[in-house]
Structures are given as structure tokens and as C-alpha cells.
């Protein structure tokens, strides 16, 4: 018994011994690995950790136990990192849902790596990696598919606060930017999938980049401000408002683009009949359209100033101070622009 109790230990301990070697020998990923150094990362340890489950799990002496774990100790200890890669490269023989649970658990893994982190979303932009996203954005099962859009989101989030990466990542020139926005806009002109808000949120992160011969964006963004969900009206009068906001250098065409879809009808909409989560968000936007655009006809025969002023006596739209600051400088543009007007057909 005592001979038992001592091999089971001594295989015990081993084990450990063996894990932590196993550990010590899977890298860690930083900010400025490439994402072939990452996926390197993920298939050794993958690779390491199979190994390691051929470990016997049971002893049935003490001279057995010691000779296993020294034979696989030994075994690890030596194993190239190429003969890793070699059996990570038989991967291509599995199944198919195998390899999409793969893709799907790589794209998640990227989607939270992005998220905020300048030096992981350059590494990806850099790379191959942007354009494959494009790819399973297109093809990809639907999980596959979430994870990427997420992981677009988040990209293009970074981006639009970093405007070297923005420049470099998406400029219009940019193959794999172009294939990116073209996925985005389908997804957005489709309008029926759970990918469609972050595909929205992404289009809206990139409006800076937007050239003015750029015209595909702007009337399906425009449409989804009838959609029945609220969720998606908000997120499409939020990304709207990137295009039309003072920030973006071409403000005014955008909001001449914005107009010409039909989209000051749709905003007067839902800021007098919409749910409380998208008034503020289509009141901003009808109010940055009608500052750079105060001569619009078409603003003055939908009387957008009326419901500015309507707006402007609303408590629970008033409770953002930069809300209000701008709606009373919409309005007073307003007032003088259709008060000459006024004059001009007398």
C-alpha cells in the first residue's frame, strides 16, 4: 500500500512539474506581435496541450510511474516548435464544423484583443487579416460572421479616434478597406441580420474617411431611419450624425446627401412620434443638417423650424447642455435664412 501511495504521489507531482514546464514555453502575445506571431502562439500551445493529455493518468507502480514521466518530460523538453507547426498544418484535414469553431473562437479572441488597443489593430490592418475579415464577414457560418463584424466595430473604433491609423488602415485606395465597406454596406442595405448594428456602428466610425464621390453610404443609412426597431433608428441617426457633424471636413455634402435621401422627413418622424432613445439622437442630427444647410427648400417646406422650437421646450431633451448650445444655434441659422427668404418673395 505505502509502495502505491508514494507512486501516485510522485506521479502527481510530476504532472505539475510538467505543467509548469508546459506553461513556461507558451509565449505570450503583446501589442506589437504580428498576427502570424499570435496565431503561432495559438497553435503551439494547442499543440503542447495535446501532448500533454497523452500523460498516463493512473500509475500502477512506483518504477512504472517514474519511467512515464520521464519519458514524457524528456519528450517535451525536445519537441521543436516546427514539428508543432507540422501538426497544427494536419488541421486542414479536419471537419468542417471543427475548423469553423476554430475560426469563430480566433475571431472572438481578436474581437476583445482590438478592443481599445492602438497596437493590436495596427498589427491587424498591416496585415492580411483585415481583408479575411472581409471574407468571413461574406462567407463565414453565422458565428463566424458575428465575431468579425464585432471585431470590425472595434477596429474602426480605434480608428476613428486615431487618425494615423484611420489614414493608413482606410484610406479609399486600400483594397482590403474597400472589400471591408462594401460587406458593411451590404449587411446595412440588407437590413435583416443580427450583424446589422455593428455593420451600422462601423460605417459610422469610418465617415471621416469618405471621399465626397462617395454616394453608396448615405441612403441606406438614410432608410433605416423608418426601421421599426428603435435600436436601429438610434444607431443609424448616430453614424448619420458622424457624416453631418462639424468634425467632418465634408460636413455639408454629406448633410445635402441626407436631405436629398429623405432623411429630414424621417427625423422629424422621430423626434415628435419616436421612442425616447431615439428622439435626442434625431434631434441632433436635424439640428447639425439645418446648420450647414439653412437654405435647404426642403427644410423650410417640412418646417424644421417649428420643430426645433418644439424640441427646445422639451425638458427631457434638454438635459444635455451641448444639445442645447447647438439647437439654439441651428435655430437662430434657421430663422435667419428663412426670414430673407421671406423677403426675397415679397
Known sequence: ??????????????????KQVITSQISRPTGNETPSQMHNVVTNTIAMRSQSKETPQHSHGHSHANANAKSNHHHRQHVPLAAAGASIKGREFEDPATKAE????????????????????????????????????????????????????????????????????????????????????????????????????????????????ETRIIGPLVRLLDEREAEVSREAAIALTKFACTDNFLHVNHSKDIIDAGGAKHLIQ??????????????????????????????????????????????????????????????????????????GFH
Request: proline fraction near 3%.
Open 102 to 213: 476554430m475560426k469563430a473562437m480566433a475571431a472572438r479572441a481578436l474581437w476583445h484583443l482590438c478592443t481599445e488597443n492602438v497596437s493590436i489593430c495596427r498589427s491587424i490592418t498591416e496585415s492580411r487579416a483585415l481583408l479575411c475579415f472581409a471574407v468571413l464577414l461574406e462567407k463565414g457560418p453565422d458565428e463566424v460572421q458575428y465575431n468579425s463584424a464585432m471585431a470590425l466595430m472595434e477596429i474602426t473604433a480605434v480608428a476613428e479616434q486615431n487618425a494615423e491609423l484611420r489614414r493608413s488602415a482606410f484610406k479609399p485606395t486600400s483594397p482590403a478597406a474597400k472589400a471591408v465597406v462594401d460587406q458593411l454596406l451590404r449587411i446595412i442595405e440588407k437590413a435583416d441580420s443580427e450583424l446589422l448594428i455593428p455593420c451600422i456602428m462601423a460605417v459610422g466610425h469610418l465617415a471621416r474617411t469618405f471621399r465626397a464621390t
Open 1 to 18: 500500500i505505502h509502495t502505491v501511495v508514494m507512486a501516485n504521489s510522485k506521479s502527481t507531482k510530476q504532472e505539475d512539474d510538467d
Open 270 to 343: 422621430l423626434v415628435y412620434f419616436g421612442e425616447q432613445i431615439v428622439q435626442a439622437s434625431a434631434l441632433i442630427l436635424l439640428c447639425y443638417i439645418a446648420l450647414h444647410v439653412p437654405d435647404s427648400e426642403a427644410l423650410a417646406q417640412e418646417e424644421v423650424l417649428i420643430v426645433l422650437e418644439w424640441g427646445s421646450k422639451q425638458g427631457s431633451l434638454m438635459q444635455d447642455p451641448s444639445l442645447e448650445t447647438l439647437l439654439f444655434e441651428a435655430k437662430s441659422r434657421l430663422e435667419l435664412y428663412q426670414s430673407r427668404g421671406s423677403r
